[in-house]
């Protein structure tokens, strides 16, 4: 039981106060999921319906929606079930939902917008920056070593409650005297609660306007684009358009035990691992209580649309010209990566510039060019540059594999089918 609840944590950032929360089961009927099923594809993207609806009738699917862009066209807007399974609240077509760490993507995004604009190099020194970073240390990790999870930056030497989050001055206080737990470079680990904390206060100091990084995204990402996704969620957002997501819960960790690899239960047994000791979410946090969506957490509690999150990645994907990106910064993000045995995890991984790339054990996208991040769960969002697709997958019903959840694997894997089918037709 604990190994499963520490591995959803791991996976990307679960608060443990939710793990004891009911977990809903139980497939939906055809007919029933027919009715509740909303949005279009463009002709050629039938598959991907298809394999939607099976999401639901086969895979225990409860209320998710994906989106794809295709050259700059969106080709797949779908919702369906419920955003509250237990009150048969249906999902409707402006529905949000937390994705976890599917946040860092878009956190990331951030990142290389600021590139765009010469505020940031990643090749500089954080504490070019960010002066008080340079402790215990950390003087000479630089931007790429941090965003690539290669800090060592993995856990912190005292709780850090939600509260202290909301206020950005004293958490970056709370960061700059945190010391790597190895040698920054030498090795590479995943930053599951940590390093968007870190993206937020380096960004802050970045900018000119010392912005917070959910300010940022709002002004710099969403309203550009027109999407609605929030890493801070604000007030003026109902309640009811974000989603309830059922969260993990002993008995299904139990049940679910073989969907984890074997490196990583040994870590997960093993009590003072740094996978182990890396489980530092914000005392408190609960992604379904009101109280606590306001407050920016880049690593795990971005809270939108997937026809958001697959419009964002659509633009990188496609040249970022709406949102003024160079082509250097593109170079940067899809340039060649080489995977690593991660010393968090205990598999091999494949990390740079804030985004996960494709690697052993998640292979994603038509080439190794692609960028993106999955979340806890199951959520999923990338850029495909070489087939121009920006897509995202989103759900409320929580899984237990640390990558390739079956739902989304079927959706992205049609989406790539059908693209291939497309261009085939359309010949050179």
Excluded at 30 to 53: H, K, N, S
Excluded at 121 to 133: G, I, L, Q, T
Excluded at 236 to 242: E, I, K, N
């Amino acid at each position: 039981m604990r190994i499963m609840l520490q591995m959803m944590i791991a996976a990307g950032m679960v608060p443990a106060v939710c793990l004891f929360a009911g977990c809903s089961g139980g497939r939906l009927a055809g007919g029933e999921i027919e009715a509740t099923v909303g949005g279009e594809v463009a002709p050629g993207f039938e598959e991907v319906r298809t394999e939607f609806v099976r999401n639901f009738t086969e895979r225990n699917e409860l209320g998710a929606a994906c989106a794809v862009y295709y050259r700059g066209r969106n080709v797949v807007d779908l919702w369906g079930g419920y955003r509250d399974y237990d009150a048969r609240k249906p999902w409707e077509a402006g529905t949000m939902v937390p994705v976890f760490s599917t946040t860092k993507g878009m956190a990331a995004m951030t990142l290389a917008v600021a590139h765009s604009h010469g505020w940031l190099d990643y090749n500089e020194k954080v504490a070019h920056y960010w002066p008080d970073f340079a402790q215990n240390g950390k003087e000479n990790i630089t931007v790429r070593q941090l965003l690539g999870h290669q800090a060592g930056l993995v856990e912190f030497d005292d709780e850090l409650p939600v509260t202290m989050v909301a206020d950005l001055d004293s958490t970056a206080r709370f960061l700059a005297r945190q010391k790597p737990e190895w040698v920054p470079g030498t090795r590479q680990g995943y930053h599951s609660s940590t390093l968007g904390l870190y993206m937020n206060a380096l960004l802050s100091h970045a900018d000119p306007k010392h912005r917070s990084l959910g300010t940022f995204f709002q002004e710099e990402i969403a309203r550009p684009l027109g999407i609605r996704f929030y890493i801070g969620l604000p007030g003026d957002v109902p309640d009811s358009c974000v989603a309830h997501v059922e969260v993990a819960s002993p008995a299904g960790g139990m049940m679910n035990i073989s969907k984890a690899p074997l490196p990583m239960i040994a870590r997960l047994i093993w009590p003072w691992s740094y996978l182990t000791k890396s489980f530092s979410v914000p005392a408190g946090f609960d992604p379904n209580d009101p109280a606590f969506r306001h407050i920016e957490l880049p690593s795990g509690n971005g809270i939108g649309e997937a026809r958001a999150i697959a419009r964002a990645y659509g633009v990188f994907a496609t040249g970022g010209t709406e949102l003024g990106l160079r082509a250097e910064t593109l170079e940067e993000l899809t340039a060649p990566a080489a995977a690593a045995d991660d010393a968090v995890l205990g598999l091999p991984s494949c990390y740079m510039l804030g985004f996960s790339r494709p690697g052993p054990d998640t292979l994603f996208g038509s080439s190794p060019r692609a960028f993106g991040t999955p979340g806890a769960g199951g959520s999923f969002g990338f850029a495909d540059p070489d087939m121009g697709i920006g897509y995202a997958y989103v759900m409320t019903r929580m899984d237990y594999y640390p990558t390739n959840d079956p739902r989304d694997l079927a959706l992205r894997r049609a989406v790539e089918r059908c693209v291939r089918r497309i261009e085939a037709q359309a010949g050179p």
